[in-house]
């Protein structure tokens, strides 16, 4: 009788605050939209006045490469084809959920098809209607009381919620969930486009047990605990909405999850305002690949209005994604600062917990060439905000933008070189265990800020350099080497499998589709592939830390190691299989030869490594 209390508690919270909140919205709504009259969505249904311009199935872009001299190729290789990026590995979607609760699993989950990309995912959420895609809401069990309403909170994997607020309650902050449990909450920093807050909490174990699912209350820490907050939570395995960003050109990106790769085209939806979520203007998409949407702005007159909107997208003959993606239109220009010179050479990474290999991977690339480091923090709970202030107070300049967002590195990347073309023209992808160099260099006796600009002089009409990335392996070691990546690992794996680039920004694609180590180009323009440098790439180190990668991978299309799929993919470790134990001899493998370039060069411009607060600065 106590959980049905809880509901009828929860219900009661929403039917009263529903129906103030319609009283409001009529009261207002003459003011409100006096200057403007709302797009009826019966005059703009969905579906019609589609043709948005969907670009055909990625395909790596046309190579104008010279050859990998041979020396450089193990036997086997020298008759082989390039090595091929990870767009040509099977498009696939991983399991978010390592063991969920055995009331959500499907009674067929032992008899399943393999996983399919995006609504079919592995360990999957029961499809609440068979006959349409995963209801993204949580405990729904009608059709009458399903419902398509935006949201301010989602529930991650391993029982973590992310809500977001526009208010900031403070440096320490409580989720209050129904029935009484609480949990901290962790500041992530304001998301990108929307401004809003974000916050992170555990979802407490009495509150999982509650049906249906309801989002926290966030409160101060000083205030006391509220029960029945009767909120939508939506599920992060389904279809949602989830970020935007305001381009300069006026288009509105929609990142969102559920709609890529759909017949018919997408609709882009602007919504407002209070709890109806009228749409309020209706447009095809211009471009609509992988988890990015490009959409055309609203209309003037809902520009000029200091309102925040909802923006969503649909496909054809769907229902509207769910949305915590908010739009707010710009505000006027006039009186604002000349905007910075652009750097020649900018730097994008999504980074999780690695704040200990950072100070490495900035000075080093500042001394050669990085004029701007911009970290896409993926949920980090180390002391990356410490590290990132002595950084900047050593000269650096170094951005962090929030990006929660589980498994959407290449939607990241998207918003990277779209939001960043008015202040980078180049723009380096790689990793902080990626450490680019140049054995030209060998005979400098310093390193100066001209030797990553050399890699990028190169004809109007490259639009992206590769540069192939060579793997080392533990090199002997069983702990962190206090002298850093580049000093500590020295022996690496002979063949190549992968590269990384460097792209003019200018030359990205409208769809801004990506492999994460390349982008599709803009027609008229080309990638080359640069023969006087490559990618130190520290992939295989010591175990106590290698063993993190096994606990999530942030590419959308890549299987995390724990999951038995795809198991001769590259992206894997060699015969490391799926379990996450150290095997035997570890610290001796992946070491066909041995390459001490970048160690001793690294030796001689920084003495004795960048691995240690006390190494110089430069």
Request: proline share 9%.
């Amino acid at each position: 009788m106590a959980h049905h209390r809880r509901r009828s508690c929860l219900r009661r919270v929403l039917t009263i605050a529903g129906g103030v909140s319609a009283g409001l919205l009529l009261l207002a709504g003459g003011h409100t939209y006096a200057h403007g009259q709302f797009f009826s969505p019966g005059s703009l249904p969905l579906g019609l006045g589609l043709g948005a311009d969907r670009s055909p199935p990625f395909a790596p872009p046309p190579f104008a490469l010279s050859p990998l001299p041979p020396y450089l190729l193990s036997d086997p290789e020298a008759d082989a084809s390039p090595p091929q990026p990870e767009a040509d590995l099977p498009r696939r979607l991983l399991p978010l959920h390592r063991s969920p609760p055995p009331y959500l699993l499907s009674d067929s989950e032992a008899d399943a098809e393999p996983p399919q990309p995006e609504t079919n995912l592995p360990r999957r959420l029961r499809p609440l209607h068979r006959s349409r895609p995963p209801s993204p809401f949580l405990g729904l069990d009608s059709e009458a009381d399903r419902s398509y309403d935006d949201a301010d909170a989602v529930l991650l994997p391993d029982w973590e919620v992310l809500v977001l607020t526009d208010a900031e309650p403070g440096a320490k902050a409580t989720c209050a969930f129904q029935g009484g449990a609480s949990s901290p909450a962790s500041a992530l920093g304001r998301l990108p486009g929307s401004g809003r807050h974000a916050y992170v909490c555990p979802m407490p174990e009495p509150a999982r047990s509650l049906q249906p699912l309801q989002a926290p209350v966030l409160l101060p820490t000083s205030a006391s605990s509220a029960d029945c907050p009767g909120r939508t939570l939506l599920n992060w395995t389904g279809r949602i909405a989830f970020s935007s960003a305001t381009l300069d050109s006026g288009d509105v990106l929609v990142f969102a999850k559920g709609v890529n790769h759909v017949a018919g085209g997408v609709q882009c939806l602007y919504r407002c305002c209070g709890e109806t979520h009228a749409v309020v203007a209706s447009f095809p998409a211009i471009t609509s690949v992988q988890q990015v949407t490009r959409c055309p702005a609203p209309p003037v007159h809902l520009n000029s209005r200091n309102t925040e909107f909802r923006v969503t997208v649909a496909a054809t003959g769907e229902d509207p994604i769910p949305a915590l993606a908010t739009y707010r239109p710009r505000q006027s220009e006039s009186g604002l600062p000349v905007a910075p010179e652009k750097n020649l050479i900018c730097a994008c990474t999504m980074i999780h917990n690695v704040s200990m290999f950072l100070r490495e991977w900035v000075l080093y690339h500042a001394a050669v060439g990085v004029d701007h480091f911009i970290l896409y923090d993926n949920g980090s709970k180390d002391d990356l905000a410490d590290q990132v202030a002595q950084l900047r107070s050593a000269g650096i300049k170094i951005s962090t933008v929030p990006w929660p967002w589980i498994k959407m590195q290449e939607a990241g990347f998207s918003h990277c070189a779209a939001t960043h073309q008015s202040s980078c023209k180049w723009m380096a992808f790689i990793d902080v265990d990626e450490f680019v160099f140049s054995p030209n260099w060998e005979r400098s006796e310093k390193p100066t800020k001209s030797m990553l600009e050399a890699i990028v002089q190169v004809d109007p009409d490259v639009g992206q350099v590769h540069l192939w990335c060579f793997d080392f392996g533990p090199s002997g070691q069983t702990s962190h080497p206090q002298e850093g990546v580049i000093q500590g690992y020295t022996c690496r794996l002979k063949q190549i499998l992968r590269h990384k680039s460097l792209v003019l920004l200018a030359a990205v694609d409208h769809s801004l589709e990506n492999a994460i180590h390349h982008f599709t180009l803009k027609a008229g323009f080309k990638s080359i592939r640069s023969m006087q440098a490559r990618v130190n790439h520290y992939k295989y180190q010591a175990w106590p830390e290698f063993k993190h990668k096994f606990k999530r991978r942030v590419s959308t299309y890549v299987a995390d190691w724990r999951d038995p799929i795809n198991l001769q993919s590259a992206d894997r470790a060699p015969g490391l299989g799926t379990d996450g134990v150290e095997p035997v001899g570890w610290a001796q493998r992946y070491c066909d030869i041995k390459d001490n370039l970048l160690q001793q060069l690294s030796a001689r411009w920084f003495g004795s490594g960048l691995g240690s607060q006390g190494s110089q600065d430069t």
